[in-house]
C-alpha cells in the first residue's frame, strides 16, 4: 500500500494521513492508491501538513507498516527512549521498527 | 523581467524598451568598446571588468539559484576595485538576502519573484549594527567601540 | 568569559525578532517552506525524524551557570527535559515547536545566547580546546580569538550562501583536544622570534571523503587572522564546487588544486584583502582578552585523600592537571552506563550550573566528545564535587576509556541516518562495563557514526563504526586507528561489515587481539600502529 506521511507544521510532529485528516498515528493511515501526489499538493498547499512525501507500506493486523526502517522510528519515537515514544508502555513496540 | 528595486536607472518597460542599457554577456562587452551594462554570471570573473569599470554604468550580477552565494563575492569585488555605478542582483533573489546583498555593494534588485514592499522595507532595516566591514562602508561594532 | 556589551545584544535581539516575522510568514503562508528552509536552517532549526530540532550555540564551548540553567529551563519548558551534547560543542533539542521557537529565542537571549549559523552554508560555530584557560601547555587562551572569529564570522554578508557548511577550530597547544585537522580551518596559535602568530591548517573533514587538513601557511601574524581567514574563505566562496553536494566542502577545492596552489591564490587574495582594513585594532583583542583573564585563584595546595576508592579512580581517570597549583579540571562524564552518550537531564543540566556556580568560578566548558568541563576546581573541594556528581549520576571514571564513546543520534533522531547508533553505544559498554577490564584498556576513544555524514567523527576514532542499510537492515562497518589528537590520522575499513551485536562482537576479538600484542605503556592505537593492520583483520574475521 502507499501512505502519505510529514509533520504537522506548527509543532513539528509526524503525521500520517488518515483519508481526511493528518493522525499522528500510523495506524490510522490510508491506502492513497495513485491519488497520493494530488493529496499532498493540495494538503501542503493548505498548511494542514509540512514536508509531506509518498512511502510504501504493508498492511499487518496491527496496521500500516512502513517499509523503511526510517519511517517505523518516525512512527514511534526514538527506540532507546521508550517513555518518549508513542508506545511508552509497551516493551514490544521497539521490535516493531526492527 | 519584473520591477527592479532600488534602481536609479529608469525601469525598462515589460517589452525590454525603455531608456536602460541591455546588459551584455561578459564575452560580448570584453569585446564591444560601447556597451556601458554587463551582466557577469556567477562562475565569472569580475576582476575581468575592473580595466573597464570607468566605462560601466551598470553591472548586472546572475543569481540563477538562492543557495549560490558567489554573487556576494563578485559585488564585493567590483566595489573594492572601486566601481561607483549601479550594482543589481538579478534572479532568484529572496527578499531575507536583500541585507547581505546591500553590505557587498548592490544597490538595485531584480527578484525573479516579485517582493512585498512591506518586508523589504523591514528586511533592509532590521539591523543597526554589524560586525564586519564590508562593501556598504558601514562602521563595524569594532570601531564604534574604540572609535 | 566573554560578556556581551550592547552591540552584541542588539545583534542577537534583532535576529530574535526577524526569526519571529520569518515564522509569522511562515506559519501564515506567505513563504513557502523551500524559502523558509535556508532561513530556519541558518537559525539552527531542522526539520528532523520525530520533530523539529534546535541547536543552541555554546560558542567554542564554553558557557556559564546562567547559561546552562537556561539550557535546562528550556529543556524542561520547550523539549522533553533533556539536551544533548553534540560534537561541536553545542548543545541540541529534539521536540522543538516551530511556533514556540521564537519565544525560545528570545529566552536564550536574554542569557546571551542563540542558535545564529549553527546550521546551514555558512560559518558554524568556532570551537577551541576545552582546557583553554586551564592547561599548562597552551602558549596563550585560544578562546578571544574564537570570539574575535565568532564576531567577524556572524551575519557575514559575503559568506553566507558558501557552497557548503564551514567549521573553524581554534587551539593553542601541541595536544590538539579540538580535533583542529579535522576541520574545515584549523587555526593553531604559535610563537615564532617572540611574536604570536598562527598556523592554518585548511581543507580537514569527515563525511564522505575524509582528510586531513594541510598546512597553508606556516605563519600568520596574530593581527592578520581575520583578514587572512577572509581570503580563505572568499577563495572557497568563488571557487568551491557547487556542482555536487558531495564535492562541496572546503576540503574537495584544496584537494583538487593542491594545497600549494590553494595556498597561493588565497595569498593573493589576502594581499589585497589586507588593504581593505577588515582587522580590528589591538585594542579589540585586549577588550576581549580581559574577560579571559585567570579567575582569582586563591586555593592553596593540598594532598588528597584517595581513602575512598571510588574517589581515587575517578580522580585518577577523569581529573586532569590544571596550570595553576592547587586547582585541577574535572571532567564530567556524559557516559554513564546504559545512557545515551552526551544526553543530560534538565535536573542533570541545573546539578552541573549549581557545581560550576560554586566550585569552577561560575564556568563550564562542552568538549567535542560530548561530555562537560569544571575547568576551575580547587583541589579541596574535589570530594564535594565527585559526592554532588555521583549523586546525580554523573561520575561515570571513563574519560577516554572504551565506553567513553562518541556517537551521533543516528536513525533514532535522525533523518539522515542509516542506522542507529545508539542502541550499538549501549551494548559496547555493557560488554564492556567491567571498570577494572575498561581502565586495564585503558585509552581507547571509540566513535560511532549512523551515517556516512559522520557527525559521530567514526573517521576519528580508535575504533570506529559506521552504520549503514544493507538491503533495508542495519549493518555496521568497523575502522580501526584513527586519531582527530595531533597524531592525525584516518581510520580504516576492517572489511565485511557486521549486524548490531556482530559488530560488538567484532569489537571485543580487538580489544582481546591488543592485550595479546600490546608491548609495555602501549595504548590500543600504539599497537596498532607498530603491528599494523594484518593481525588485528585476522583476529576479526579468523
Known amino acids: 500500500m502507499k501512505i502519505l506521511t510529514g509533520n504537522d507544521l506548527a509543532s513539528g510532529a509526524v503525521t500520517w494521513w488518515a483519508g481526511s485528516w493528518w493522525s499522528r498515528h500510523v495506524e490510522d493511515a490510508v491506502d492513497v492508491g495513485e491519488d497520493g501526489e494530488a493529496i499532498l499538493q493540495r494538503e501542503d498547499g493548505a498548511r494542514r501538513v509540512n514536508a509531506p512525501y509518498l512511502i510504501a507500506a504493508i498492511t499487518t493486523p496491527e496496521g500500516p507498516r512502513p517499509a523503511h526502517i526510517k519511517d517505523r522510528v518516525r512512527a514511534l519515537g526514538p527506540t532507546v527512549r521508550p517513555d518518549l515514544t508513542l508506545k511508552p508502555a509497551d516493551p514490544q513496540a521497539g521490535e516493531w521498527v526492527i | 523581467m519584473g520591477d527592479v528595486i532600488g534602481s536609479p536607472l529608469p525601469n525598462p518597460s515589460p517589452e525590454g524598451e525603455g531608456l536602460e542599457q541591455p546588459a551584455v554577456t561578459l564575452d560580448a562587452f570584453l569585446d564591444q568598446s560601447n556597451a556601458t551594462a554587463v551582466r557577469l554570471e556567477p562562475d565569472e570573473d569580475a576582476r575581468a571588468l575592473i580595466p573597464h569599470l570607468g566605462r560601466l554604468e551598470l553591472i548586472e550580477i546572475a543569481f540563477p539559484a538562492y543557495r549560490d552565494g558567489r554573487g556576494y563575492s563578485s559585488a564585493r569585488i567590483l566595489r573594492e576595485a572601486g566601481y561607483k555605478g549601479e550594482l543589481r542582483a538579478q534572479g532568484d533573489v529572496l527578499v531575507d538576502q536583500l541585507a547581505f546583498m546591500k553590505r557587498c555593494g548592490f544597490d538595485s534588485f531584480a527578484p525573479e519573484a516579485p517582493l512585498n514592499d512591506e518586508v523589504v522595507a523591514a528586511s533592509l532595516a532590521r539591523y543597526d549594527r554589524v560586525y564586519q566591514p564590508a562593501a556598504d562602508g558601514a562602521a563595524p561594532v569594532w570601531k564604534l567601540r574604540h572609535g | 568569559m566573554y560578556k556581551y556589551d550592547q552591540y552584541d545584544q542588539a545583534i542577537v535581539d534583532a535576529r530574535v525578532e526577524e526569526f519571529r516575522d520569518q515564522v509569522r510568514r511562515r506559519l501564515a503562508g506567505e513563504i513557502t517552506e523551500d524559502q523558509f528552509k535556508p532561513l530556519r536552517l541558518m537559525n539552527g532549526l531542522y526539520l528532523q525524524l520525530h520533530a523539529y530540532m534546535l541547536r543552541v550555540a555554546i560558542p567554542y564551548g564554553t558557557l556559564d551557570s546562567r547559561q546552562m540553567r537556561m539550557l535546562a529551563h528550556i529543556a524542561r519548558k520547550y523539549d522533553r527535559d533533556y539536551g544533548h551534547f553534540t560534537t561541536r560543542q553545542n548543545i541540541q533539542y529534539n521536540w522543538i515547536k516551530l511556533e514556540e521557537c521564537p519565544d525560545l529565542l528570545a529566552k536564550l537571549a536574554t542569557v546571551e545566547m542563540h542558535a545564529i549559523q549553527t546550521s546551514g552554508n555558512c560559518i558554524r560555530n568556532i570551537s577551541s580546546d576545552q582546557y583553554a584557560g586551564a592547561a599548562a601547555d597552551e602558549i596563550a587562551d585560544p578562546r578571544p580569538w574564537a570570539e574575535l572569529l565568532r564576531q567577524w564570522s556572524t551575519f557575514h554578508p559575503e559568506f553566507s550562501y558558501l557552497p557548503r557548511k564551514f567549521k573553524i577550530a581554534v587551539i593553542a597547544a601541541d595536544e590538539a583536544r579540538a580535533a583542529m585537522r579535522l576541520h574545515d580551518i584549523g587555526i593553531q596559535l604559535i610563537e615564532r622570534d617572540g611574536t604570536l602568530g598562527a598556523a592554518f591548517y585548511v581543507g580537514g573533514g569527515m563525511g564522505r571523503t575524509p582528510m586531513i587538513a594541510p598546512l597553508i601557511k606556516d605563519f600568520v601574524p596574530a593581527e592578520d587572522l581575520l583578514s587572512y581567514s577572509e581570503?580563505?574563505?572568499?577563495?572557497?566562496?568563488?571557487?568551491?564546487?557547487?556542482?555536487?553536494?558531495?564535492?562541496?566542502?572546503?576540503?574537495?577545492?584544496?584537494?583538487?588544486?593542491?594545497?600549494?596552489?590553494?595556498?597561493?591564490?588565497?595569498?593573493?587574495?589576502?594581499?589585497?584583502?589586507?588593504?581593505?582594513?577588515?582587522?580590528?585594532?589591538?585594542?579589540?583583542?585586549?577588550?576581549?582578552?580581559?574577560?579571559?583573564?585567570?579567575?582569582?585563584?586563591?586555593?592553596?595546595?593540598?594532598?588528597?585523600?584517595?581513602?575512598?576508592?571510588?574517589?581515587?579512580?575517578?580522580?585518577?581517570?577523569?581529573?586532569?592537571?590544571?596550570?595553576?597549583?592547587?586547582?585541577?579540571?574535572?571532567?564530567?562524564?556524559?557516559?554513564?552506563?546504559?545512557?545515551?552518550?552526551?544526553?543530560?537531564?534538565?535536573?542533570?543540566?541545573?546539578?552541573?550550573?549549581?557545581?560550576?556556580?560554586?566550585?569552577?568560578?561560575?564556568?563550564?566548558?562542552?568538549?567535542?566528545?560530548?561530555?562537560?568541563?569544571?575547568?576551575?576546581?580547587?583541589?579541596?573541594?574535589?570530594?564535594?564535587?565527585?559526592?554532588?556528581?555521583?549523586?546525580?549520576?554523573?561520575?561515570?571514571?571513563?574519560?577516554?576509556?572504551?565506553?567513553?564513546?562518541?556517537?551521533?543520534?543516528?536513525?533514532?533522531?535522525?533523518?539522515?541516518?542509516?542506522?542507529?547508533?545508539?542502541?550499538?553505544?549501549?551494548?559496547?559498554?555493557?560488554?564492556?562495563?567491567?571498570?577494572?577490564?575498561?581502565?586495564?584498556?585503558?585509552?581507547?576513544?571509540?566513535?560511532?557514526?549512523?551515517?556516512?555524514?559522520?557527525?559521530?567523527?567514526?573517521?576519528?576514532?580508535?575504533?570506529?563504526?559506521?552504520?549503514?542499510?544493507?538491503?533495508?537492515?542495519?549493518?555496521?562497518?568497523?575502522?580501526?586507528?584513527?586519531?582527530?589528537?595531533?597524531?592525525?590520522?584516518?581510520?580504516?575499513?576492517?572489511?565485511?561489515?557486521?549486524?548490531?551485536?556482530?559488530?560488538?562482537?567484532?569489537?571485543?576479538?580487538?580489544?582481546?587481539?591488543?592485550?595479546?600484542?600490546?608491548?609495555?605503556?602501549?595504548?590500543?592505537?600504539?599497537?596498532?600502529?607498530?603491528?599494523?593492520?594484518?593481525?588485528?583483520?585476522?583476529?576479526?574475521?579468523?
Open chain 3, 231 to 542: 581570503a580563505c574563505l572568499r577563495v572557497y566562496n568563488r571557487h568551491g564546487r557547487r556542482d555536487n553536494i558531495y564535492k562541496a566542502r572546503i576540503k574537495i577545492l584544496v584537494h583538487e588544486l593542491g594545497a600549494e596552489e590553494y595556498a597561493r591564490q588565497v595569498e593573493e587574495e589576502f594581499a589585497h584583502v589586507k588593504a581593505l582594513n577588515i582587522d580590528p585594532p589591538a585594542a579589540e583583542l585586549e577588550r576581549i582578552q580581559a574577560f579571559f583573564a585567570p579567575p582569582p585563584f586563591d586555593a592553596a595546595d593540598v594532598e588528597l585523600d584517595r581513602s575512598d576508592p571510588d574517589f581515587a579512580v575517578w580522580l585518577d581517570q577523569n581529573v586532569k592537571p590544571h596550570k595553576q597549583a592547587g586547582y585541577a579540571i574535572v571532567n564530567i562524564s556524559l557516559k554513564p552506563l546504559g545512557g545515551i552518550p552526551g544526553d543530560a537531564s534538565s535536573a542533570q543540566i541545573d546539578v552541573m550550573a549549581n557545581l560550576a556556580e560554586r566550585y569552577s568560578f561560575d564556568e563550564l566548558r562542552v568538549t567535542h566528545a560530548q561530555n562537560i568541563v569544571l575547568p576551575h576546581v580547587a583541589k579541596r573541594d574535589l570530594y564535594a564535587v565527585w559526592q554532588a556528581l555521583a549523586e546525580a549520576g554523573l561520575a561515570e571514571a571513563n574519560l577516554d576509556l572504551i565506553s567513553d564513546i562518541i556517537a551521533c543520534p543516528g536513525l533514532d533522531y535522525c533523518s539522515l541516518a542509516n542506522a542507529r547508533s545508539i542502541p550499538v553505544a549501549q551494548k559496547i559498554a555493557r560488554r564492556f562495563a567491567d571498570p577494572a577490564r575498561q581502565r586495564d584498556l585503558g585509552e581507547l576513544k571509540l566513535k560511532i557514526s549512523g551515517c556516512i555524514n559522520a557527525c559521530g567523527h567514526h573517521h576519528a576514532g580508535h575504533i570506529g563504526i559506521l552504520g549503514v542499510d544493507r538491503k533495508g537492515t542495519e549493518n555496521y562497518q568497523l575502522l580501526l586507528g584513527g586519531s582527530g589528537a595531533e597524531d592525525a590520522s584516518l581510520g580504516k575499513i576492517t572489511g565485511p561489515g557486521f549486524s548490531e551485536d556482530g559488530v560488538v562482537d567484532a569489537i571485543e576479538r580487538v580489544t582481546d587481539k591488543y592485550v595479546a600484542l600490546r608491548a609495555d605503556g602501549e595504548r590500543f592505537l600504539d599497537t596498532y600502529r607498530r603491528v599494523g593492520f594484518e593481525p588485528f583483520k585476522e583476529a576479526i574475521y579468523g
